[in-house]
């Protein structure tokens, strides 16, 4: 006699949850960890996100520490004098690496990301060059900011938000940044200053801070025209101390004022954290500091925002107790053997020709040869994508919108096996779209978009 045993799966609730407004009922804990997680699947694999400068690999204790420390609120600086002392060490740390003038105490803060610290840096320029027009007895009422037309969009998100006129460099021919005469000439009394990058979203170069400084150092010999440096130090910050220390950029130059980098870039935490320093105290003007009564404490403060976790700042020092400058120039070198090796490879494969090598920071940008019209680089860019690589395509800006590449970052967490598999992959789709005898439709040519 055979007998038929019924298994009846779990009770589930069917009923979906509402996805835009409060449910009566939750869901708990576990139901929601799940529904979540699995809806997260879809953005794919973190560590192959090829476009993103910003960290996506930290060791285990790192990570451990930053949980455990993600409740404390960065701006308790009274409650949490500890870790008030560890953002203070932070800021130290990156001077010294900046090579600012030894004083006392560093001048400088942590923020939510080098955005907010840009925005901190020109805020200062304006304020000092507001000062030195009023001591003139001049009106103080039109002021622009020089940088190359590939700065980053905080920049031109500042100009806006605190009246300045944005003076952008465009490129041309096979310059892709900020040149120095061409900064000069667009240089006048109201120039708050120039923003030089450290590392251009674009292609991964530095600009020439040096030449900058000379050419500004002219400006004023001839015109009596004092114009400082912010060096925007966003992605290089935390790699040419370490691969290129006798390169000159920072501090050792005396017309840089300020500058700001992302610990949550090659700093080599996660998001968020940013870091702004000044060479001195006179060069942060007092009366952007508030002196804040809260929660029984007085603190300065010079921020776009206030509470915010501290856990950024706290695992950032791990980062440095845990690499020391002989860590970080093990693991950025690293970074850049893979990046150079997959350009060099990437130069090889027929159709593509390099814009820049990684030579600067671990970071390259290539596009097609002339004579390919079957296909573009955004075709490229998503067929890498079926592969769950994220390497993304874009216009460059005025005057190259002619020029469309695609851009690699090398960031720690990137081995060499996962980049004979991108080599390997690249390889495969160029040989097919190669193999195309007629081109792809326009509506595929442009679906794959960038942010920098």
């Known amino acids: 006699m055979s007998v038929r045993v019924r298994r009846s799966m779990p009770s589930v609730e069917l009923a979906d949850p509402p996805l835009r407004r409060l449910a009566e009922e939750g869901l708990g804990d576990d139901a929601a960890y799940e529904l979540i997680a699995s809806e997260l699947l879809l953005d794919g694999s973190a560590r192959l996100n090829l476009a993103t400068f910003v960290t996506t690999w930290m060791p285990s204790q790192a990570k451990r520490l930053m949980a455990e420390t993600a409740e404390k609120n960065m701006i308790d600086k009274d409650e949490y004098p500890q870790t008030a002392e560890i953002e203070s060490r932070c800021v130290e740390i990156i001077s010294d690496l900046w090579n ?9 803060c942590s923020t939510t990301g080098s955005s907010e610290a840009a925005m901190l840096g020109g805020l200062a320029l304006k304020w000092r060059w507001r000062e030195r027009m009023r001591a003139a007895g001049r009106p103080a009422t039109r002021p622009n900011l020089v940088a190359g037309v590939n700065v980053q969009v905080c920049w031109e998100k500042f100009c806006r938000y605190w009246d300045v006129e944005p003076r952008l460099v465009p490129m041309e021919g096979d310059r892709y940044t900020l040149g120095a005469d061409e900064a000069a000439a667009l240089c006048d009394e109201n120039t708050i200053g120039v923003a030089a990058i450290l590392g251009s979203t674009f292609d991964g170069s530095y600009e020439p801070v040096a030449d900058i400084a000379a050419a500004l150092d002219k400006l004023e010999r001839e015109r009596g025209i004092d114009v400082p440096i912010h060096v925007d130090a966003a992605s290089g910050g935390f790699v040419t101390p370490f691969l290129q220390p006798d390169l000159v950029w920072d501090f050792r130059i005396p017309r840089v004022q300020s500058i700001n980098a992302s610990g949550h870039k090659y700093g080599l935490v996660y998001p968020g954290v940013g870091w702004a320093v000044w060479r001195d105290h006179d060069a942060l003007p007092q009366e952007l500091v508030f002196d ?24 950032q020092y791990h980062m440095f107790a845990s690499l020391g400058r002989e860590g970080y120039r093990r693991v950025q070198q690293r970074s850049a053997d893979i990046a150079r090796r997959i350009a060099a490879e990437i130069a090889t494969i027929g159709p593509y020709t390099l814009l820049s090598d990684a030579s600067d920071m671990p970071v390259f940008a290539f596009t097609l040869k002339p004579d390919v019209t079957n296909y573009t680089v955004f075709d490229v860019s998503d067929r890498l994508r079926e592969r769950g690589w994220l390497v993304p395509a874009y216009r460059f800006p005025a005057n190259r919108e002619d020029l469309c590449v695609l851009r690699i970052v090398v960031r720690a967490g990137m081995n060499q096996e996962m980049g004979d598999l991108l080599l390997r992959d690249l390889r495969a789709h160029s040989a097919a779209l190669e193999s195309l005898n007629a081109p792809l439709p326009d509506g595929r040519k442009q679906v794959s978009g960038f942010s920098h």
Do not use: Q
Request: proline share 12%; glycine share 12%.
């Open 292 to 315: 804040v009564s809260y929660l029984g404490g007085h603190m300065p403060t010079f921020a776009l925002n206030f509470s915010r976790p501290g856990s950024e700042v706290v695992t």
């Open 100 to 108: 600012a003038p030894p004083s006392e105490k560093a001048t400088g």
